[in-house]
């Protein structure tokens, strides 16, 4: 069975201040991994995916996110921090061997503080 | 933004009562999902579809079941509403072709009295 760990639920950062969210995964197959973001009372929104090809993915806001297949992890960072990235953010999981199920872990808030 | 619509938005109910969340996509999209999200436990996964009439438990799937008559709706049913099952319900729908993201809805605040 497949299963995301997030070890962080909170994370306080001042603003301009370089961030790092942690993620490890378990998953006996191949895996398409996701980070996902969400403001107050909003839906999910997809942040980033790695599906194959390069280890570092980036979104268009300045995170990235490094999968590493030996320490089967996918942290997400980003440099500098806006108060505008305020949100909870969620790692997500897919196994490639089938199933489809879709798994996230229990999420790490980040607050962003002047 | 992908077309999916979960309906009610809000709904209070009494303990005891059948509840049924709508989920409705005009993606034509092959996999919906049913979360419920509660503070420190993250989404967790109730039923989830991968086709007409083809659905799979999910981790949290006690106390609620689902049915998928067409393409576009995915219901999901509370056949009677306990408190434990107050929370915030999103649908997933997600491409039938490797890889692709999921895309979810607004949720539905369920309040169980």
């Known amino acids: 069975a497949q299963s995301v760990t997030q070890l962080d639920s909170q994370v306080p950062v001042f603003e301009e201040a370089p961030v790092e969210l942690r993620c490890n995964y378990s998953?006996?197959?191949?895996?398409?991994l996701f980070w996902y973001v969400q403001y107050p009372n909003q839906g999910l929104q997809l942040l980033l995916k790695y599906l194959s090809g390069s280890t570092l993915v980036e979104s268009i806001n300045g995170f990235e996110a490094e999968f590493n297949k030996s320490q089967t992890s996918f942290h997400l960072r980003k440099p500098s921090v806006h108060i505008s990235d305020t949100a909870e953010y969620f790692c997500?999981?897919?196994?490639?061997?089938?199933?489809?199920?879709?798994?996230f872990g229990t999420g790490t808030q980040l607050k962003v503080e002047l | 933004d992908a077309g999916i619509t979960q309906s009610p938005r809000h709904k209070v109910t009494e303990t005891g009562t059948p509840v049924t969340l709508r989920c409705h996509q005009t993606e034509n999209h092959r996999y919906m999902y049913w979360y419920r999200q509660d503070p420190g436990h993250g989404l967790r996964l109730i039923h989830y579809?991968?086709?007409?009439?083809?659905?799979d438990k999910g981790e949290v799937s006690d106390g609620y079941s689902v049915s998928r008559s067409k393409t576009e709706d995915f219901l999901l049913t509370l056949e009677s509403a306990t408190s434990s099952q107050t929370s915030v319900y999103f649908c997933?729908?997600?491409?039938?072709?490797?890889?692709?993201?999921?895309?979810f809805g607004q949720g539905t605040r369920l309040t169980v009295v």
């Open positions: 579809s991968y086709g007409v009439k083809d659905t």
């Open positions: 998953s006996s197959v191949s895996v398409y």
């Open positions: 997933a729908i997600r491409p039938g072709t490797g890889g692709g993201e999921a895309f």
């Open positions: 997500a999981v897919i196994s490639t061997g089938g199933g489809n199920k879709l798994t």
